[in-house]
């Protein structure tokens, strides 16, 4: 399993949403598979800093004592315009061969420090027209979030969750990806009966994966063929499969084969069914085919 060391480096008037959106996933993954990741709190100035609904928080160390990073969350905040107190060439040393994800207005940080030149980028939705003529030589896109080289940059929390998936899913694996939207992505209606929602998507898919995903959901306990699936959705199988692939980096029949798992865990966990029920539930035909699968695609599970 990777080890990654995250530095986390806080603006004034930062947004908690876009931070909670960037750091718990990490969280989840680690928690859930014992993966090696260590983060340190930082903060423009080695100062302590103020959060737009006014949480203070207080760096750890200084830059200059930051351990190498692997990944640096840099989070732009309300007071962007103002020049930051951590010089350029503090923060090039702090992003060093890292993979840098700067939210929020934090492209606006890494484009006034020249970080951006020639790349493309994009931020806060708001702040595009502005950030464009600030930095003519930034390629700015309206999209939710953009990656050029090392450099991932986003704008709203949302967007930041749907990175940071991204993110896990390319270093650790598409069920551990899924499993962590799925600790932010649905509500307690579940436990209470209502039907699995489309849980790890983003909001940014089209609707007809959506429309295909709710009938996945609504089919778990007797999971179709995937060509019964395409002739419902008004769609050749070709392109279904494409369509997932495009959009979700993974195959039909895998994603539906996580949805199952997902909500036979959360029975597991949250349900006092007997084991070979659970697995009947979501389509398994005993818990000992149920239980390998599991061990086979969510590394934590005994």
């Not at 999209?143 to 450099?151: A, E, I, K, L, S």
């Not at 749907?162 to 992505?185: K, W, Y």
């Not at 089919?219 to 002739?231: G, H, K, S």
């Not at 029949?253 to 084991?275: N, Q, T």
Request: charged residues 25%.
């Amino acid at each position: 399993m990777s080890s990654i060391n995250v530095s986390v480096f806080l603006c004034d008037a930062f947004s908690n949403m876009v931070l909670a959106c960037l750091l718990e996933p990490l969280r989840v993954v680690r928690d859930q598979t014992g993966a090696d990741i260590r983060w340190s709190i930082l903060t423009d100035g080695d100062r302590a800093v103020t959060s737009s609904s006014g949480l203070s928080i207080s760096p750890e160390m200084p830059i200059a004592e930051a351990p190498g990073s692997d990944l640096v969350l840099l989070i732009g905040g309300d007071a962007f315009r103002r020049q930051e107190a951590t010089p350029a060439r503090s923060l090039r040393r702090l992003m060093q061969g890292a993979t840098v994800i700067a939210a929020d207005t934090g492209a606006w940080v890494l484009a006034r420090g020249g970080f951006l030149d020639g790349r493309k980028a994009t931020l806060h939705w708001q702040l595009l027209e502005e950030f464009a003529e600030e930095f003519p030589g930034t390629q700015v896109r309206p999209d939710r979030h953009v990656q050029d080289g090392r450099f991932w940059t986003c704008g709203s929390a949302a967007a930041a969750l749907d990175l940071m998936l991204h993110f896990i899913r390319d270093r650790f694996g598409a069920s551990v990806a899924f499993d962590a939207g799925a600790m932010f992505l649905h509500d307690n209606a579940r436990r209470h009966g209502a039907s699995y929602p489309d849980q790890a998507l983003s909001q940014s898919v089209s609707p007809k994966l959506k429309q295909v995903v709710v009938l996945m959901s609504e089919t778990l306990e007797a999971p179709w063929p995937i060509p019964d699936l395409a002739r419902q959705a008004h769609i050749s199988e070709r392109s279904l499969r494409r369509l997932f692939w495009t959009e979700l980096q993974m195959t039909p029949g895998r994603y539906y084969l996580l949805l199952r798992l997902a909500r036979a865990r959360e029975l597991r966990r949250y349900s006092d069914l007997a084991p070979d029920q659970i697995a009947l539930r979501c389509g398994f035909a005993n818990a000992t085919t149920l239980t390998r699968s599991l061990r086979r695609n969510f590394t934590s599970e005994p």
